[in-house]
């Protein structure tokens, strides 16, 4: 399991002298962490970890905000939209399990832990990784069922979309645990500060040579093929429907463009998750099957960076251009706002009255002394001093008012326009 952690000549240290070696046996394992050796610049490494940082605030606030949004309109989800949570679950898994591992080894210019974390990071790498994969697969073979074949992929339910994504972990699960299982291995990266697949064991393993070719064909070459089949069958399906659509506007013509949106969104995510992992597959295949040693480590590091980049698309893109997602968003944004504001205000939100509190202009110059509550008003408080409009984002807020009896007559007096003595009397 572990032979992928082996240094090669050249990264492995010189062999120290007899005392070290004493040394080390006594502190136990402290120098594992020196067979992971930065095989770039620093230069490199602090230039991967600051984008590194980047993605990683970018992906866990995008993510974090999509699935918000999407809890809380869980009522009204559509059964497709089901896949677009899960894949923010993955990139979200993705951006907790492996950047703050990545980061600081970046930095250091040096993988900061143990073979034990090491083989953490790899297999939530595979496991976050064809997850994603496997969930726009299934993604846009459920857009083309729903878009070509309608008749089918109306009686498509929530029930069958939560099956199907069972299914997805299941099978990202399979080839994650496969070299926990000894049908290959996992291993330091060739740049020297991340964990992936050990791509030099099949050069001389059969069993990692085969878990390679089962990884290509069945995570990259039938998944990609699938995506790109289902998505022109949809492209020709919407082309030859289009001017039926724009003849007929009915509530079904409606629903088809709603499905025309999802197809968009989701074809977007899928060409921005392929060209983010295509190029790691080249390399990784690169090295696989060619000469490892011709392989540039910087090459590996750049297709790393390009593929974490795949956890900022699904966000981006439902949050930024589907309309449900974002009015959604909005009315949260504005809700959190103006309790934000209320809370800042030191007032309490309340529902506005049916009846105006705006004060009376009236003189009290002639006020009696008999005052009672307004029985039709509800209490005012003032408006809030720090808020500068009603409109601006805090609340209007009603000022408590009197009823003032002049002789046979009454008039309505805000609290605050009465003299000190009435105010105390009324209080």
């Known amino acids: 399991m572990f032979r992928g952690f082996e240094a090669t000549e050249s990264q492995r240290p010189q062999d120290p002298a007899p005392e070290a070696v004493n040394?080390?046996?006594?502190?136990?394992?402290?120098?594992?962490t020196a067979i992971f050796i930065s095989n770039i610049s620093k230069e490199n490494d602090f230039l991967m970890g600051s984008i590194y940082a980047?993605?990683?605030?970018?992906?866990?606030?995008?993510?974090?905000?999509?699935?918000?949004?999407?809890?809380?309109?869980?009522?009204?989800?559509?059964?497709?939209?089901?896949?677009?949570?899960?894949?923010?679950?993955?990139?979200?898994?993705?951006?907790?399990?492996?950047?703050?591992?990545?980061?600081?080894?970046?930095?250091?210019?040096?993988?900061?832990?143990?073979?034990?974390?090491?083989?953490?990071?790899?297999?939530?790498?595979?496991?976050?990784?064809?997850?994603?994969?496997?969930?726009?697969?299934?993604?846009?073979?459920?857009?083309?069922?729903?878009?070509?074949?309608?008749?089918?992929?109306?009686?498509?339910?929530?029930?069958?979309?939560?099956?199907?994504?069972?299914?997805?972990?299941?099978?990202?699960?399979?080839?994650?645990?496969?070299?926990?299982?000894?049908?290959?291995h996992y291993g330091p990266e060739p740049y020297g500060t991340a964990c992936c697949i050990n791509w030099e064991a099949p050069n001389h393993e059969l069993s990692a040579m085969t878990y390679i070719v089962c990884l290509f064909l069945f995570c990259y070459v039938v998944p990609c093929s699938i995506i790109f089949v289902s998505y022109i069958f949809i492209l020709l399906t919407v082309r030859g429907s289009r001017q039926a659509v724009q003849q007929h506007v009915s509530p079904q013509n409606k629903t088809a463009n709603a499905h025309t949106l999802i197809v968009k969104l989701s074809v977007a995510v899928c060409i921005g998750f392929l060209m983010a992992w295509s190029p790691y597959a080249v390399v990784a295949m690169w090295a696989a099957f060619g000469d490892y040693e011709t392989v540039p480590p910087m090459a590996f590091a750049l297709a790393a960076i390009f593929a974490k980049s795949s956890t900022l698309y699904n966000p981006m893109v439902y949050l930024v251009f589907k309309p449900n997602f974002r009015k959604s968003l909005c009315r949260d944004a504005a809700q959190c706002r103006r309790r934000l504001c209320a809370c800042l205000c030191g007032c309490e939100a309340r529902p506005a009255p049916k009846s105006s509190c705006t004060p009376s202009q009236r003189s009290n110059k002639e006020v009696?002394?008999?005052?009672?509550?307004?029985?039709?008003?509800?209490?005012?408080?003032?408006?809030?001093?720090?808020?500068?409009?009603?409109?601006?984002?805090?609340?209007?807020?009603?000022?408590?008012?009197?009823?003032i009896m002049t002789g046979s007559t009454h008039s309505e007096v805000a609290v605050s326009q009465l003299s000190n003595e009435l105010q105390s009397d009324f209080l």
């Open 368 to 403: 009696s002394n008999s005052t009672r509550l307004s029985n039709g008003l509800p209490e005012c408080h003032g408006t809030c001093r720090h808020c500068p409009e009603t409109g601006a984002g805090c609340p209007a807020t009603p000022q408590r008012t009197a009823r």
């Open 54 to 184: 980047i993605f990683g605030v970018l992906s866990l606030l995008g993510n974090s905000i999509l699935l918000f949004v999407a809890y809380r309109k869980k009522s009204t989800l559509k059964p497709a939209e089901f896949f677009v949570v899960n894949l923010s679950i993955s990139d979200l898994g993705m951006t907790i399990t492996l950047f703050p591992l990545a980061i600081p080894s970046a930095f250091a210019h040096k993988w900061l832990f143990d073979e034990l974390t090491c083989l953490y990071y790899a297999f939530c790498g595979v496991l976050f990784g064809l997850s994603s994969l496997t969930n726009l697969t299934v993604l846009s073979s459920v857009c083309c069922l729903k878009v070509c074949y309608p008749h089918y992929g109306n009686k498509f339910s929530s029930a069958h979309a939560c099956l199907l994504v069972v299914g997805v972990w299941c099978y990202a699960s399979i080839f994650a645990v496969g070299p926990l299982a000894q049908w290959g």
């Open 23 to 32: 040394l080390n046996l006594m502190m136990g394992n402290a120098s594992d």
